[in-house]
C-alpha cells in the first residue's frame, strides 16, 4: 500500500521510501574512558548520533566528547533560547579523590545522556546549530568552538545562577525601599513561581532521604557479609548439624550482602540520581524565571523612558528648536527598541507556558518511573531476603529442638 506524503503534498510515497520514516534524532553517551593523569586528568566519552534529519553530515555519526564540551553546549543554549527550560548538566565534582571513581563515572555518563537527549527531543532545541555543532564536529573544531567564546558565552554553569540572585537582590532593594518596584504583576505567574519554588524544596528534602536509603542499604549490605564471614568461621569451629547450620547462615548472609549492594546501587542510579536530576531542573527553571524578570524590567524601563522622551519632543516642538530633528530620531530609536523589548518579553511569556506544560508532562513521567523501580526493587530485595531466611528456618528449628 502507498502512503500520502506527512507534509500535506498530494504526492505518494513507498512506505520504504526514506522520506516516509518520520523524523527522529537519537543521541547515546557512553564508553567513559579517563585520558591524562594528574589534575589535568579528565573523562572523555563517545557520544553517537543517529538520525534521518536532512541537515545533517549522514545516519550515524561518532565524535569524542569532555564534560566541558557539554557546558559549552549548555551555555550556548541558555543565552540564546530565552524563555525555554534548558535541560541541566551534572554538578562538576569538587571531591578530587573520587572524581574518578566506577560508580561516579557511571553517574555522570547517565546523567549526560539524559541532558543530549532532553536537549534532542525539543522541538525547538534540536534545530540548534551548536547542537550539531557539538554532535558533528571533530574534536579540533569543537576546541576551537570553546576557545572562541567570549562575553556571555565565557560564563561558568554556576554564573547562570546570578542572574537569579541578582534578581533576589533587586526585590531585598524594594523591601528596603532603595529601589522602585519594577515587577509583573499576573496571578498566573505568581502561583507558577510559588509552584517552582515549593517543588525545590519538596524535591530537595525527596532526594535527600533517598540518599539515606542508599547508604542504609550499603551499610546492612556490609554488616551483611561481614557477619556472614563471621559465623561461617564459627561453623568451621564447630561440627556436625550445628556447623553445617552455621556455614549455611554464613553462605545467605554473604549472599544477601551482595544483593543489598547491588540493589542500593539500582536504587541510586534509577530513583535518587533522577530525584537529583529534577532539582537540577528546578535551578534550571529558576534561571528562566530570572530571565523573565530582567525582560520585563527592561520593557518597562524603556516604557518610561519613551514617556519622558515624548514629553521632552513635545516641548521641543513649541519652542521649535534646533535639536527637534535629533530629539525626533533618538525618539524613534528608543520606540523601536521599547518595541523589541516588549516582542522580547511576550515571547519568553509565550514559550515559558509552553513549557511549563511540557515540563510537568516529562515530570509525571519521569517520576512515575522512578518511584516505579524504587517499589519494584524493594519488593525484590524483600523477596530474596524473606527466601533466603525462610530457607533456613527448618534447620535452625531442628537444632532448637534436638
Not at 549548555?74 to 527550560?85: A, N, P, S, V
Not at 533517598?210 to 550499603?218: G, I, N
Not at 535518587?272 to 525582560?295: F, M, Q
Amino acid at each position: 500500500m502507498q502512503q500520502r506524503s506527512p507534509n500535506g503534498g498530494g504526492g505518494l510515497q513507498s512506505p520504504r521510501s526514506p522520506s516516509s520514516q518520520p523524523p527522529f534524532l537519537s543521541v547515546s553517551v557512553s564508553d567513559p574512558a579517563k585520558m591524562g593523569n594528574g589534575v589535568q586528568a579528565y573523562i572523555s566519552y563517545k557520544v553517537t548520533t543517529k538520525t534521518n534529519f536532512p541537515e545533517y553530515q549522514g545516519p550515524e555519526k561518532i565524535v569524542i566528547r569532555r564534560y566541558t564540551d557539554f557546558v559549552w553546549l549548555c551555555d550556548r543554549l541558555f543565552e540564546k533560547y530565552k524563555g525555554i527550560f534548558i535541560p541541566p548538566l551534572p554538578e562538576k565534582n569538587t571531591v578530587e579523590k573520587f572524581r574518578f571513581s566506577a560508580e561516579f563515572i557511571e553517574m555522570r555518563r547517565q546523567a549526560l545522556d539524559t541532558f543530549v537527549n532532553r536537549i534532542a527531543s525539543h522541538h525547538e532545541l534540536q534545530q540548534s546549530e551548536d547542537l550539531r555543532t557539538f554532535l558533528q564536529a571533530d574534536e579540533q573544531t569543537m576546541e576551537r568552538a570553546r576557545s572562541q567564546d567570549t562575553g556571555i558565552f565565557k560564563k561558568k554553569p554556576s554564573d547562570l545562577m546570578q542572574i537569579f540572585r541578582d534578581v533576589q537582590s533587586k526585590v531585598t532593594d524594594v523591601v528596603l525601599g532603595k529601589e522602585k518596584p519594577v515587577e509583573e504583576s499576573n496571578p498566573e505567574y505568581e502561583k507558577l513561581k510559588r509552584y517552582i519554588f515549593e517543588l525545590e524544596d519538596h524535591l530537595a528534602e525527596a532526594q535527600k532521604h533517598a540518599y539515606r536509603l542508599v547508604k542504609r542499604h550499603r551499610e546492612l549490605g556490609q554488616s551483611l557479609g561481614d557477619f556472614g564471614k563471621a559465623v561461617k568461621l564459627l561453623g568451621a569451629c564447630e561440627g556436625d548439624a550445628l556447623g553445617t547450620a552455621f556455614s549455611e547462615l554464613g553462605a545467605k548472609s554473604e549472599m544477601l550482602s551482595v544483593k543489598l549492594q547491588r540493589e542500593a546501587h539500582h536504587l541510586l542510579m534509577n530513583f535518587e540520581e533522577p530525584l537529583k536530576d529534577y532539582v537540577r531542573a528546578v535551578e534550571s527553571i529558576k534561571g528562566t524565571i530570572a530571565e523573565r524578570a530582567n525582560a520585563f524590567r527592561q520593557q518597562s524601563e524603556l516604557a518610561e523612558m519613551i514617556k519622558l522622551k515624548e514629553i521632552d519632543l513635545n516641548k521641543l516642538r513649541l519652542l521649535r528648536s534646533e535639536k527637534m530633528l535629533d530629539a525626533e530620531h533618538e525618539y524613534e530609536e528608543l520606540k523601536a527598541d521599547g518595541e523589541e523589548a516588549t516582542k522580547r518579553f511576550e515571547t519568553i511569556v509565550r514559550l515559558m507556558n509552553e513549557e511549563i506544560v511540557r515540563f510537568q508532562d516529562q515530570k509525571t513521567r519521569d517520576m512515575g518511573q522512578a518511584f516505579h523501580e524504587f517499589a519494584k526493587g524493594q519488593a525484590r530485595l524483600a523477596n530474596a531476603i524473606a527466601d533466603a531466611w525462610r530457607s533456613l528456618i527448618p534447620k535452625l528449628d531442628s537444632l532448637s529442638v534436638s
